[in-house]
């Protein structure tokens, strides 16, 4: 099974970018479709974006879409979240989320595999 780790959050003013990482391991990450998700605090974890396990395909929350951009490099086993013109209301956890499947999943339980969530905070 896949483990997932994420990396590349913190502290950034509004209109500001960050770049998030999913480092997988321990599985055949090109056979892993994946998501991106966040949770605010007292919310409930949403969709971000999701891409295929090609990287051919890829689907975009209405609140990202044009501002946030998923990426995957297969070869080093790695899924990206670039993020710009970033808004206080992006100021969440964000989770990368795994699954055997050769689909675009948006749904948080179509995902069987999580990493452990890297912060963001956007300071107006």
Same mark, same amino acid.
């Given at each position: 099974q896949v483990q997932l780790v994420e990396s $590349? $959050? $913190?502290?950034? /003013? +509004? $209109?500001g970018s960050l770049r998030l990482s999913c480092a997988a391991s321990g599985g055949t990450f090109s056979t892993? +479709?994946?998501?991106w998700f966040r949770q605010a605090? *007292?919310?409930e974890r949403e969709f971000v974006g999701a891409i295929s396990r090609n990287g051919g395909s890829t689907a975009y929350a209405d609140s990202v879409k044009g501002r946030f951009t998923i990426s995957?490099?297969?070869a080093k086993n790695t899924g990206y979240l670039q993020m710009n013109s970033l808004k206080p209301e992006d100021t969440a956890v964000y989770f990368c989320a795994g699954v055997r499947s050769s689909g675009l999943l948006l749904g948080k339980n179509d995902y069987g595999y999580? *990493? /452990?969530g890297t912060q963001v905070t956007v300071s107006s």
């Open positions: $590349g $959050g $913190g502290l950034v /003013q +509004a $209109g892993y +479709a994946m998501g605090p *007292g919310k995957r490099d297969n999580w *990493g /452990q």
